[in-house]
């Protein structure tokens, strides 16, 4: 599916009374899971140990080794 296609589906998806800063979000959303998908099929992958410990991790300071 084209990317202009499924932000119009995630528009579309979302309920009548949805504001903009939804569809915002939807559409973020959207980018993160292809963006995170794009660097997965080039191997840019980390492992859970490099996630916890990453200070953008919200549990990694419950993780340290």
Same mark, same amino acid.
């Given at each position: /599916?084209?990317?202009? #296609? #499924? /932000?119009?589906? &995630?528009? %579309? %998806?979302? +309920?009548?009374? *949805?504001?903009?800063?939804? *569809?915002?979000?939807?559409?973020?959303?959207?980018?993160?899971?292809?963006?995170?998908? !794009? #660097? &997965?099929? !080039?191997? %840019?992958?980390?492992?859970?140990?490099?996630? =916890?410990?990453? +200070?953008?991790?919200?549990?990694? =300071?419950?993780?340290? *080794?």
């Amino acid at each position: /599916m084209e990317a202009k #296609q #499924q /932000m119009l589906k &995630a528009i %579309e %998806e979302l +309920p009548d009374d *949805a504001g903009v800063e939804e *569809a915002l979000d939807r559409l973020y959303l959207l980018y993160k899971v292809e963006r995170g998908l !794009r #660097q &997965a099929n !080039r191997g %840019e992958l980390l492992s859970q140990d490099e996630v =916890r410990g990453s +200070p953008r991790c919200p549990t990694s =300071r419950h993780h340290k *080794a």
